[in-house]
């Protein structure tokens, strides 16, 4: 390389190492003789603004969103085999009336040709008794869908006396014994063994005490509301102004289904959490703060509805 093209590209790299040394320094990576030969690291990504919503987001398609998340939390505790039976019912004894009416008009137009009076008088009486039996039916199935929903078979993310994971100062749970904080240790030890999703299967089977069995609400084994994968919390928090609970792992809903078994058929409680859980709170302001309790409603259907909150 002749000397003018040496000195040339010497002051090239000279270069290079001064405006590495400028935006970068050293220490980040590189050495200064990689500067000198032109290595130099990327710059850091300047962290993305957080695009402020408009009103048509933050009154309409958010609101909708938040519904139907909502309802799809409903359902696992709407579509029990109890329900349907009962909405099965219902349609069924609607049927039965509706075929009634048809058998008593068949009937009437019978009683009219006067020689098809005697078996126009049968099916009428037939019609009769099942518009009875049908409208009984019906009556019946409508009247415990509709017990079973006012009673808490349908639930939604808030305590019945205030909202979900506000701090509750007022408020206290029931503690945590050695004796329950040994068995939360042993549950998470016992299922640390499995895979992810044996981890899931066998929490969902529930917990059995004196022949009564508890099962949690499927959404909280999911990525549903205050579930293990949840991912929706940050904006649900920032959107509503409340801080939302979630469960972090499949121990933590074990731990609130075992809960469940302390309280009576459509009663809540708050109970404080065990040491080690790895339940999180997601607050508005967009940070992270840990739970120390949860609240559990108990449905008269043997699921349990739950949420990690702060009380006290």
């Known amino acids: 390389m002749e000397l003018p093209t040496l000195a040339q590209e010497m002051r090239r790299r000279v270069g290079k190492a001064e405006e590495a040394a400028k935006h970068h320094g050293y220490g ?119 017990t079973r929903m006012s009673e808490g078979d349908v639930q939604n993310a808030w305590a019945r006396g205030g909202k979900q994971g506000s701090s509750k100062g007022d408020i206290k749970g029931k503690p945590v014994s050695q004796e329950e904080q040994d068995a939360f240790e042993r549950s998470q030890q016992d299922l640390e063994k499995l895979s992810r999703n044996k981890q899931i299967a066998q929490v969902k089977k529930g917990v059995e005490k004196d022949g009564q069995k508890l099962k949690p609400e499927g959404a909280l084994t999911s990525g549903a509301k205050h579930g293990i994968d949840w991912e929706g919390g940050p904006e649900r928090a920032s959107d509503s102004g409340n801080p939302q609970g979630r469960f972090g792992s499949a121990a933590d809903v074990h731990f609130a289904t075992e809960k469940g078994m302390e309280l009576k058929p459509g009663t809540s409680g708050y109970f404080e959490l065990p040491s080690g859980n790895d339940c999180i709170e997601y607050m508005p302001d967009g940070t992270i703060r840990k739970p120390n309790a949860v609240w559990v409603k108990r449905l008269k259907t043997g699921v349990i509805h739950a949420y990690p909150t702060t009380i006290g």
């Open 28 to 146: 980040q990576g590189i050495l200064p003789v990689d500067a000198f030969n032109g290595v130099t690291p990327q710059p850091k990504p300047k962290p993305k603004k957080k695009k402020k919503k408009g009103w048509f987001s933050k009154y309409v398609t958010d609101p909708i969103k938040h519904g139907v998340e909502d309802v799809g939390g409903y359902m696992g505790s709407v579509f029990t085999w109890r329900n349907m039976l009962d909405a099965g019912s219902t349609a069924l004894g609607l049927f039965m009336m509706s075929l009634a009416g048809g058998m008593e008009a068949g009937g009437v137009l019978l009683d009219a040709t006067g020689v098809g009076a005697p078996a126009g008088l049968a099916v009428n009486v037939a019609g009769a008794f099942v518009f009875t039996a049908g409208g009984a039916m019906a009556l019946a199935g409508a009247g415990d869908f509709i």
